[in-house]
């Protein structure tokens, strides 16, 4: 590798540890496969250690950024300090690398071996806690700072943060399922939940609401592929409903008319996944969270479908649901989503029997269901581009004077080369802090690729600010910094 490395001990979920050999070997597999394609843009080297990987790499910020986001890893430990597997060495490491973590605190210290004997792991512990023991003060049962030794035959390591990861399993070891997705809260987080237990996901969109709706939607549903897909390739189906709602509306009472929406949803998601090889549906439906989603009613809906339905959410209120829509990135492209499922004011009904709904809906003119099914749009979701994903006038092509730049780059890329002058905010933290910017300035965001800039731009402008996102990626952006330094040196020169 061309710059000094660091390693990240990477672990496993400790479920996986209760499979068969067999299992335990193909999801280490899949998982590393999965953390080859989340570090593409990352120089790095895995290797397999004993309950999980070692990772290393020269940039390791960037790497701790995008660890917790790849399901099945239970936590992720940074490497402070490297040395021979030597009780002395040890010691002497200890002493220069170790004590400013325990200083002022209370602690312990753990060994743990990972093959053949070299040292007694207690030695370890005894003789390195001595060394730390005037800095800091021991305290074996609850230790503020807990430090770690790990010996790898003929050398050791020290580790002292445990960073949680997303845990879960490898997505990509339980088949393919296909999210119904809605671009509201409650999708995107059971679609979430499905990729944490292993399964694939693609997504079905029965659009209710034209262009407006499936902006919206196409962007949470590149927000999971991109951020939690890790190794896979994700798709979109678009099934236009417009027409569908059009029949459903003149032909039937409106007291049915949620449930068989509903049932319809379920009847072109059940179409597409057969297509595709889906073995279940996934939906965001929560038990009593509205009319639709009593006992009776789902019971009615599923009859839709021979397939499976996941309802990952089926016990969460709504406000477990928006938190967790925070975690995994979600909320901000949610919180102003349209509600076009809503298709009366009228009290429908809570209570239904599938012999009811059955000759209702068969009331309705079949062609146009096998129509918007027939006519579905498929989406490859990680080849859209910031054209795809912003609204129009957001992209800008030049670095104008009057901005404020901020650079959503990981911070070791960031000081790598950024724009000068531009001020660092990772899209999670931007996410979470724009609103508290000064109002009145103009800003333009930039980020790896430009997809991600390119929504946050689009969400500051829906909040009342000023903004932009360049398009395309950091290089561009460094070519369109190059020219305006000349374009002003050569003004200086006229």
């Excluded at 889906?278 to 439906?285: H, P, R, S």
């Excluded at 006038?393 to 002058?421: A, K, M, T």
């Excluded at 000023?466 to 290089?475: E, H, I, L, N, Q």
């Excluded at 190059?482 to 020169?493: D, P």
Aim: aromatic share 6%; proline share 5%; net charge neutral.
């Amino acid at each position: 590798m061309s710059e000094r490395t660091h390693q990240i001990i990477i672990r496993q979920s400790p479920e996986v540890h209760l499979k068969s050999f067999q299992t335990r070997r193909g999801f280490r597999r899949k998982l590393r496969r999965n953390l080859r394609a989340a570090l593409a843009n990352v120089e790095h080297r895995l290797q397999v250690v004993q309950g999980g990987f070692m990772l290393e790499t020269p940039e390791p910020e960037t790497a701790c950024e995008i660890l917790p986001r790849v399901f099945g890893i239970a936590s992720f430990s940074p490497v402070e300090a490297v040395t021979d597997a030597d009780i002395d060495a040890l010691c002497r490491v200890a002493r220069e690398h170790i004590t400013q973590y325990v200083r002022g605190r209370t602690f312990a210290v753990r060994c743990k071996r990972h093959g053949p004997r070299v040292l007694s792991t207690r030695e370890v512990e005894w003789r390195v806690g001595a060394v730390l023991d005037g800095p800091g003060k021991v305290d074996l049962s609850h230790p503020q700072v807990t430090v770690r030794v790990d010996l790898w035959g003929d050398h050791a390591s020290f580790h002292v943060r445990r960073i949680p990861g997303a845990g879960g399993l490898p997505v990509g070891v339980q088949g393919r399922a296909l999210a119904l997705i809605s671009g509201g809260f409650d999708s995107a987080v059971a679609a979430w939940y499905t990729m944490r237990r292993g399964a694939m996901v693609d997504y079905v969109f029965c659009n209710l609401g034209g262009a407006a709706h499936l902006h919206q939607v196409t962007q949470v549903a590149r927000l999971l592929a991109e951020r939690w897909a890790s190794g896979t390739r994700p798709r979109l189906f678009v099934v236009d409903f417009q027409a569908v709602v059009s029949d459903l509306r003149v032909t039937l009472p409106s007291d049915v008319w949620q449930v068989v929406l509903k049932r319809l949803m379920y009847r072109a998601a059940d179409a597409i996944a057969r297509r595709i090889d889906a073995e279940a549906l996934v939906t965001g439906e929560a038990l009593s969270q509205v009319s639709s989603q009593t006992l009776s009613n789902l019971n009615t809906i599923d009859a839709a479908t021979d397939l499976p339905v996941l309802r990952p959410l089926i016990g969460f209120d709504k406000q477990e649901i928006m938190e967790r829509a925070r975690d995994i990135g979600t909320f901000v492209l949610s919180e102003k989503a349209p509600e076009f499922c809503a298709l009366t004011n009228d009290r429908p009904l809570v209570r239904t029997r599938r012999e009811q709904v059955d000759a209702q809906e068969a009331l309705l003119e079949a062609h146009f269901l096998e129509e918007a099914i027939e006519n579905t749009v498929e989406l490859d979701l990680l080849a859209l581009t910031a054209e795809d994903l912003a609204e129009p006038g957001i992209l800008v092509e030049e670095i104008p004077d009057d901005v404020e730049v901020i650079d959503c780059q990981p911070p070791q890329r960031y000081r790598h080369w950024h724009v000068p002058g531009a001020v660092n905010r990772t899209p999670d933290q931007l996410t979470r802090q724009y609103r508290e910017l000064p109002r009145d300035r103009r800003y333009l965001l930039y980020c790896l690729r430009g997809t991600h800039s390119a929504i946050l731009a689009e969400r500051m402008r829906d909040a009342g600010f000023d903004a932009c996102a360049f398009r395309g990626d950091v290089g561009k952006v460094k070519k369109a910094w190059l020219r305006k330094l000349e374009e002003a040196r050569s003004a200086t020169a006229g």
